[in-house]
Nanobody, 116 residues
Framework: QVQLVESGGGLVQAGGSLRLSCTAS????????MAWFRQAPGKEREIVSS???????WYADSVKGRFTISRDNAKNTVYLQMNSLKPEDTAVYYC??????????WGQGTQVTVSS
């Protein structure tokens, strides 16, 4: 069993930055691909970024060049640095632990609101 706890959301003006953190319990952190998803009101949940245990990142086109994902395996923590934020980035952001392409565990979500 893995529990994921996110932090770092909040309200920011357009062009600003936020850093999300997600800390996992359990000893199997390094076996998971860690990912960030987001869900805006009235929209489906979408993947934003992911990172393999050896640090290879992937980004959705909508955030490429603005967001940076990283992980600290010693701290069981994954981060999402979000720069140049836009109002369309407003959503609840979820941390997820994936194996074999499927999400096995979700965090509780953290709200990110970007004002124009």
């Amino acid at each position: 069993q893995v529990q994921l706890v996110e932090s770092g959301g909040g309200l920011v003006q357009a062009g600003g930055s936020l850093r999300l953190s997600c800390t996992a319990s359990g000893r199997a952190f390094m076996t998971y691909v860690m990912a960030w998803f987001r869900q805006a009101p009235g929209k489906e949940r979408e993947i934003v970024s992911s990172i393999k245990y050896i640090g290879i990142p992937w980004y959705a086109d909508s955030v490429k060049g603005r967001f940076t994902i990283s992980r600290d395996n010693a701290k069981n923590t994954v981060y999402l640095q979000m720069n140049s934020l836009k109002p369309e980035d407003t959503a609840v952001y979820y941390c997820a632990a994936q194996r074999t392409g499927e999400v096995e565990y979700w965090g509780q979500g953290t709200q990110v609101t970007v004002s124009s």
